[in-house]
């Protein structure tokens, strides 16, 4: 597993998707850099959320709100007061953590030692076994169960009750270990806000503290009315929106999995009181579906329901992601009532209230909320992409298969030799194309190594051409997944190749 994820963090910068940020002075912790290739990944992944949240839904619409915010907003939101991870220091390595995902992680390895059990089982009882019903039965099962779940519970309920100290006893009595150093010499637990703080302004009194934004959401918030009024929406409507991030995270050692800056795709959907359970079921299951149309595999995704909620949520679940390093939070889809119209209500001393024209009455909106990281996504996708193949001749291949609709390039046109006018008639279809998709050219090599080139690059399609399109206009069309080539008149590449990559 930790091999394939190096796998995949080498690959990523091999072939020009991410980049350490600022790497000629050594880089900068847990903030990256988007390549040639990665650049248009992340294009593609935002413009196909995008199509689906706003051109498809006549009633959602979009915004581009600053990051600067005045600073209101953030007592409002409640991230000045609320918006904390709680750390702990080891005396010894002085290494900080956070005391949650020291805890989350001795979790994981109980889970690891159901899985075993689940597995050496499975392997005992062979066609015979029903997984649901040994997990329900087995008696070691049930005791790591339990004693996972009573660890969660403990932290939850100490963390909601800002019980620190409980935290740090929770931490010693389970014997957990620095990482680092097996020291278990630790500090008492302290919370730490995320949030980077700047300033506006130029002379040191006039200057105004600002935040950079650890979320779009609330400059959704801020501007539902005004988006309200001049697009005459009528409730249930949403405003989506996508954009950076920030958080000075402190656990930041997975690759674009958390970073410090980052880009979120965020949609607030309004809703009267009363209609949220069901608008929050059909924004999970629409969710789900965006997910799955991708074709990135039905096993790779589950839903995950919050039992521990955030100061403003009535409900809450994560659609997880299985990462190199694990199941993972992908995107989450919340419930978040009144609380953030309610709160800027209070702050700002406007009314933010909707006028329902059939009913006569005003009211403040309930929110359904859906948020998934641009980057976690990028993560996702890559990740999964990336496959190592024996073929049937017993050598291999890397190959990144990338969905089609997503991939950076569409067609590599290629002359099978850089002679007898070939590169010329390459040349002329790559113009032919290069309006509607992005195309590349490549004549170095052996046709073989440039498929294997493609292949690792993840272009859905190459095109060859040969000594017989001078004579009948066809060319190689070679399909990366399949590595089936058929060949067809170079007039119809540009459909066929359409009908493969439109989103
Ligand atoms: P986590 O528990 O992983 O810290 P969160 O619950 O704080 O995430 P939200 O505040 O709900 O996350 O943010 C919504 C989405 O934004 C997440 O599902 C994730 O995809 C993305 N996200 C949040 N923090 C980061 C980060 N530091 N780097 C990259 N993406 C992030």
């Not at 020291?183 to 200057?207: C, I, P």
Request: glycine residues 6%.
């Amino acid at each position: 597993q930790e091999d394939n994820f190096k796998n995949v963090i080498s690959h990523a910068k091999e072939y020009g998707y991410v980049f350490q940020s600022s790497e000629i002075y050594d880089g900068l912790s847990a903030v990256y850099d988007y390549a040639q290739n990665g650049v248009e990944l992340k294009k593609n992944i935002r413009e196909y959320w995008w199509k689906a949240m706003v051109q498809m839904n006549e009633n959602i619409v979009g915004l581009d709100s600053a990051i600067f915010m005045h600073p209101t907003t953030w007592k409002a939101s409640g991230h000045v007061d609320a918006f904390n991870d709680p750390l702990i220091d080891n005396k010894d390595s002085k290494k900080r953590y956070r005391a949650d995902v020291l805890i989350e992680d001795h979790v994981a390895k109980i889970e690891a030692k159901i899985e075993k059990e689940v597995s050496k089982a499975a392997k005992r009882f062979g066609d015979a076994f029903d997984q649901e019903q040994f997990e329900a039965t087995n008696p070691r099962v049930l005791r790591y169960k339990e004693e996972a779940d009573t660890i969660m519970k403990r932290m939850a309920g100490s963390l909601e009750k800002e019980d620190l100290q409980d935290v740090k006893n929770l931490i010693e009595e389970l014997g957990i270990a620095c990482p680092l150093s097996g020291s278990k010499n630790w500090t008492d637990v302290k919370q730490f806000n995320l949030m980077f703080g700047t300033k506006l302004g130029a002379s040191a009194e006039s200057a105004m503290d600002l935040y950079l934004r650890p979320e779009t959401a609330q400059g959704i918030f801020v501007n539902f009315l005004n988006v309200q009024k001049t697009g005459r929406m009528k409730i249930p409507f949403g405003i989506a929106q996508v954009g950076k991030a920030f958080r000075n995270e402190i656990v930041a050692r997975q690759f674009i999995f958390r970073m410090r800056e980052f880009e979120q795709m965020e949609m607030q959907f309004f809703i009267k009181p009363g209609t949220q359970g069901e608008w929050y079921e059909t924004w999970k299951e629409r969710r789900m579906k965006w997910h799955l149309s991708l074709g990135i595999g039905e096993e790779n995704y589950r839903f995950h329901d919050h039992e521990k909620l955030a100061h403003y949520a009535d409900a809450a679940a994560d659609i997880e992601f299985r990462f190199p390093f694990g199941l993972k939070e992908l995107e989450g889809i919340h419930s978040r009532t009144d609380f953030d119209l309610g709160r800027h209500e209070e702050f700002s001393g406007k009314k933010l209230q909707y006028f329902d024209p059939e009913t006569q009455e005003s009211y403040v909106p309930y929110v359904i909320e859906t948020s998934i990281g641009l980057d976690r996504m990028f993560l996702a996708v890559f990740s999964n992409a990336l496959q190592e193949e024996t073929l049937e001749n017993g050598s291999t291949r890397t190959v990144l298969k990338l969905p089609a609709v997503l991939a950076p390039t569409k067609v590599a046109i290629l002359p099978l030799v850089k002679k007898d006018g070939l590169p010329e008639v390459a040349m002329q279809l790559l113009e032919e194309l290069q309006w509607d998709f992005n195309v590349t050219y490549d004549e170095k090599d052996a046709v073989g190594r440039r498929y294997r080139r493609q292949d690792a690059v993840g272009t859905p399609f190459c095109v060859t051409v040969d000594h017989q399109t001078l004579e009948d206009n066809t060319v190689t069309l070679r399909y990366r997944d399949s590595m089936e080539q058929i060949r067809i008149p170079m007039s119809e590449v540009a459909a066929k190749v359409a009908g493969e990559v439109d989103m």
